[in-house]
């Protein structure tokens, strides 16, 4: 499985950008990256996911290294409704199958 | 409507009882997944239903049956659980099996075991 690995947790100021690294150095080519984020006590929230190129949406901004090794999820405008456990998975595909692997998360505290 | 409902929110059952767990979206989604999640740990995948069909069982044990009636519900049968099976159940879909996709998850239902 390409395994996650991601800072345990992480504080960020309102307002600013919070940016969240994950490496994920045993990416396949055909496996995209997703990250999901849970706010407490609620299921998980899809945020964004790429495969090479950089992406963008109304959330969050996805930059993706060349190698493919590693990712950065970028929220531009840190609210301290952003304060969650924030998930970065490689989708794997079995037998026509998607399988979502968590890993551990960063816990993401938005400070006032 | 892009929701994933759950019921019910709460359950407490003795390890003797027999009872149900409950999913359902109308988005016409034909992937759906139960996840199971202790505290302060990430969720983990239990079952795969693609086309109604299961198609991912990750090693859970039979005191756990899940259902998938039609394209719409899946239910998660539950019987002589033990203690620590006590965890938050969260059931979700995707729109194609196998395609990838955002899965979209409901709130899940916060089971104990006694």
């Known amino acids: ?112 | 409507d892009t929701e994933v409902t759950q019921t019910p929110k709460h359950l407490v059952m003795g390890m003797t009882n027999k009872k149900s767990l409950k999913c359902e979206q109308h988005m016409g989604h034909r992937a759906m997944y139960w996840y199971k999640q202790k505290a302060k740990k990430p969720p983990e995948l239990m079952f795969v239903y693609s086309y109604e069909k299961l198609s991912i069982n990750e090693s859970v044990p039979s005191r756990f049956s899940p259902e998938c009636p039609n394209s719409s519900l899946l239910n998660l049968h539950l019987h002589a659980l033990q203690p620590e099976d006590s965890a938050l159940y969260l059931c979700a879909s995707t729109r194609t099996p196998g395609q990838g996709g955002e899965q979209y998850f409901g709130p899940g239902t916060r089971l104990t075991v006694t």
């Open chain 1, 1 to 112: 499985d390409a395994k996650t690995t991601q800072p345990t947790s992480m504080d960020c100021a309102e307002g600013r950008a919070a940016n969240l690294p994950c490496n994920h150095s045993t990416i396949s080519g055909n496996e995209y990256v997703y990250w999901y984020r849970q706010i407490h006590s609620q299921g998980p929230q899809y945020i964004i996911h790429g495969l090479k190129n950089n992406e963008t949406n109304e959330m969050a901004s996805l930059i993706i290294t060349e190698d493919r090794k590693s990712s950065t999820l970028i929220l531009p405008h840190a609210t301290l409704r952003d304060t969650a456990v924030y998930y970065c998975i490689v989708l794997r595909t079995v037998n026509r199958d998607d399988k979502i692997i968590f890993g551990k998360g960063t816990r993401l505290h938005i400070l006032p």
